[in-house]
């Protein structure tokens, strides 16, 4: 099974400077790849997903996260935050072949006006 | 398009009692999902249904957990008896299709709370 770690569990920035929040998972091997935001007491929502092609994926929001198969890392950057954007945020992998998608412990955004 | 719908959204309920948990798919989604989420964790997955079928229970603690999805839409999740370190928050969430690679619908959640 696929493991997810997200070693940054809170990330404090300045309204409209740049984020990145890391995601590193286990295997390369036919994996698929999300990223989910999730508001304060709301379900989890999908930001993007990486299944295979191109290696820079888009989402909505402004967000967008590269998929680096030799880091193995799916890193969620945007150019410039909001205040909106204050949230947790969770990184998510699966493999071809497997139901099961394996979550990481989150990481929440925090951004300063 | 209604979401996931789930009731009820707060529950406190004293250790070794029961409770239950309802949730409601978005229409014509095959798989529905139970996650458990702990504070400070990531959501886990409890028991994932393909139809009215099992696809993965593996992490459901069936000792006291129990599961099931009726006529393959609605699906009820009860703890019996609730520990202490059953309090989290209960997420439904369903797909069109099963597999790895599909995206996951979330209703909002039920908090337990275990006192």
């Known amino acids: 099974a696929q493991s997810v770690t997200q070693l940054d569990s809170q990330v404090p920035v300045f309204e409209e400077a740049p984020v990145e929040l890391r995601c590193n998972y286990s295997?390369?091997?036919?994996?698929?790849l999300f990223w989910y935001v999730q508001y304060p007491n709301q379900g989890l929502q999908l930001l993007l997903k990486?299944?295979?092609?191109?290696?820079l994926v888009k989402g909505i929001n402004g967000f967008e996260a590269e998929f680096n198969k030799s880091q193995t890392s799916f890193h969620l950057r945007k150019p410039s935050v909001h205040i909106s954007d204050t949230a947790e945020y969770f990184c998510a992998a699966g493999r071809r072949g497997y139901q099961k998608v394996t979550f990481g412990t989150g990481t929440k955004l925090q951004v300063i006006p | 398009e209604a979401g996931v719908a789930q009731s009820p959204r707060y529950k406190i309920i004293e250790k070794r009692q029961s409770v239950a948990f309802w949730c409601n798919p978005i229409?014509?989604?095959?798989?529905l999902y139970w996650y458990q989420q702990i504070l400070g964790q990531g959501p886990k997955l409890l028991i994932q249904?393909?139809?009215?079928?099992?696809?993965?229970d593996s992490q459901l603690p069936k000792d006291r957990f129990s599961a099931e999805r009726l006529k393959g839409v609605d699906s009820t999740l009860k703890i019996q008896p609730a520990k202490l370190e059953d309090s989290a928050v209960y997420l439904c969430?369903?797909?069109?299709?099963?597999?790895?690679?599909?995206?996951?619908?979330f209703g909002q959640g039920t908090r337990l709370t275990v006192v």
């Open positions: 295997s390369s091997v036919s994996v698929y």
């Open positions: 969430a369903s797909s069109l299709v099963g597999g790895s690679n599909t995206e996951a619908f």
């Open positions: 990486y299944l295979s092609g191109s290696t």
């Open positions: 249904f393909q139809n009215n079928g099992v696809v993965d």
């Open positions: 229409s014509g989604h095959a798989t």
